[in-house]
């Protein structure tokens, strides 16, 4: 079986940020889900039916955005959305969570939300957060990697950064090459194993990010 990734997505141009970034990392091998969360259950029946039905319709929006229509949809409730993926990728075997740049971001720069933030604390999935704007360039494909950090504990992103490359054939560059289509980084040294712990070097480099940014768990390497 291919490993899957899940995309975090409510039908926002951000979110279709996600999209795009899901569909080029899914050409290195992944299988492609759909999540949406809802935060709530409607005690009234005819009121939930409609709740339900505004969430499977968002799914269906970013499957026909995808123009995969065998892609697996899954409706989480939850009152944390990062909390309920992180839930979600566990139940799935899910490698990552794709997540688009909190709203107020500017075009071509990185930007966690409050959801991708839960999971970049402590969370045991690999994030990946669209740059702002990635939607609008729909024939994009990732080309260029770079490892922007030294050390051993980002032994596991240029692991993954290789087998990434390998798989899209792409190149992986100088890590202080501009511009790129994805940076690829790990956890703070010290991260229990299997978590993410994201370090005020990672935060710096999520900070003048202009491309699309995947962040790795402690000893976890991606190899799709």
Same mark, same amino acid.
């Given at each position: ?37 809802? #935060?709530?259950?409607e005690?009234? #029946? ?6 339900? #039905? ?13 123009? =995969?229509?065998?892609?697996?949809? #899954? !409706? ?21 969570? !794709? ?25 045991? !999935? ?5 740059s ?8 994009a ?14 032994d ?41 712990? !994201?370090?005020?070097?990672? =935060? ?5 990010? =202009? ?12 190899t799709?």
């Amino acid at each position: 079986m291919s490993p899957k990734l899940i995309i975090s997505y409510d039908g926002t141009p951000n979110d279709d940020d996600a999209l795009a970034l899901g569909r080029m990392l899914g050409e290195a091998g992944f299988d492609l889900a759909l999540a949406y969360v809802r #935060h709530s259950r409607e005690f009234d #029946h005819r009121r939930e039916e409609l709740a339900q #039905h505004d969430a499977e319709q968002r799914l269906e929006r970013g499957v026909a955005l995808l123009n =995969r229509p065998n892609v697996d949809r #899954h !409706v989480a409730v939850g009152a944390s959305t990062g909390e309920s993926l992180g839930r979600l990728a566990a139940q799935e075997g899910a490698s990552m969570v !794709v997540f688009g740049s909190d709203y107020r971001t500017s075009p071509g720069h990185v930007e966690p939300g409050t959801s991708a933030q839960f999971l970049l604390d402590g969370g045991r !999935v690999a994030v990946a957060i669209a740059s702002a704007g990635v939607r609008t360039r729909p024939d994009a494909r990732i080309q260029s990697i770079a490892v922007p950090l030294a050390g051993p504990t980002n032994d596991v992103a240029r692991e993954t950064a290789r087998a990434l490359a390998g798989n899209l054939g792409a190149e992986v560059v100088a890590p202080d090459a501009q511009p790129v289509d994805l940076i690829v980084v790990g956890s703070a040294p010290g991260a229990p194993e299997g978590q993410i712990v !994201v370090g005020g070097d990672v =935060r710096e480099e999520l900070t003048r990010a =202009r491309s699309s940014v995947l962040v790795l768990a402690a000893g976890t390497p991606l190899t799709p």
